[in-house]
Nanobody, 117 residues
Framework: QVQLVESGGGLVQAGGSLRLSCAAS????????MGWYHQAPGKQRELVAT???????NYADSVKGRFTISKNYAKNTVDLQMNSLIPEDTAVYYC???????????WGQGTQVTVTS
């Protein structure tokens, strides 16, 4: 069983920055894909950014140029640097990981990000 724990959410003004971190209970090297999704009230969960085992990244159009996903092997985390935040970024942000061996999907409990105008 893989556990993912998010941290770094909070309240920020538009134009500000936050850095989310996802700590995994297993080595992130063993995960084939990891990423971040968000879910705003009344909406479906949507992809924000993903990163493959080889480091290839993918971003939602709405965050391209503002968000950066990265892996920190020393800390065993997957991080999301969010810059130039806008109120539309307000949502619960979930960390996602796919186990490279079993193919099972795992989700964190979520962290709230609120951007005020």
């Amino acid at each position: 069983q893989v556990q993912l724990v998010e941290s770094g959410g909070g309240l920020v003004q538009a134009g500000g920055s936050l850095r989310l971190s996802c700590a995994a209970s297993v080595s992130i090297v063993s995960m084939s894909d990891m990423g971040w999704y968000h879910q705003a009230p009344g909406k479906q969960r949507e992809l924000v950014a993903t990163i493959t085992r080889t480091g290839r990244t993918n971003y939602a159009d709405s965050v391209k140029g503002r968000f950066t996903i990265s892996k920190n092997y020393a800390k065993n985390t997957v991080d999301l640097q969010m810059n130039s935040l806008i109120p539309e970024d307000t949502a619960v942000y979930y960390c996602y990981g796919k186990n490279g061996r079993s193919g099972s999907d795992y989700w964190g409990q979520g962290t709230q990000v609120t951007v005020t105008s």
